[in-house]
């Protein structure tokens, strides 16, 4: 009994110009041009022209990655936001960090919208800083 070769890209049995994901037991819809080889069996992203403009094996996990920490960023930003009004309409003083940790936390996965998080998370916690301040000495 043979066993069937590891998860990877091979060359695609149906264009030998082109490579195609072999996922240990079938051979996917995924292929890429020719260009530099992958080592084989490796399940190194290796994807270019996919149809339908999708994602291979591997990149579609960054994919997802990326849009966690850009999901984080968005809750960081809505959370300060939300701190902030509580502050300036409802005259609750609630002044969290937790916006700031969140920012962080979304800059360090790679999200693009983590500076701006940061950003807006330090400046609603600096500002319910000043209204509790102004509100308490006047």
């Known amino acids: 009994m043979t066993q069937a ?5 091979y060359p695609d049995p149906q264009d030998p110009s082109g490579r195609r994901w072999w996922d240990g037991a079938n051979w996917t819809a995924h292929t890429g041009a020719a260009g530099p080889a992958p080592t084989v069996g490796s399940t190194t992203p290796y994807v270019r022209n996919l149809p339908g403009g999708g994602a291979g094996p591997g990149q579609t996990m960054r994919a ?5 920490a850009d999901r984080t960023a968005l809750a960081a930003m ?13 005259h609750i003083w609630f002044i ?20 701006l998080a940061l950003l807006v998370s330090i400046a609603a916690l600096i500002g319910g800083i000043v209204l509790v301040v102004h509100r308490t000495n006047g």
């Open 5 to 9: 070769p590891p998860p990877g890209w």
């Open 78 to 90: 809505g959370i300060a936001a939300g701190y902030l009004a509580l502050d300036v309409f409802a």
């Open 64 to 68: 997802r990655w990326r849009r966690s």
């Open 96 to 115: 969290g960090i937790l916006p700031v940790f969140l920012s962080v936390r979304a800059q360090r996965m790679g999200s693009r919208l983590g500076p």
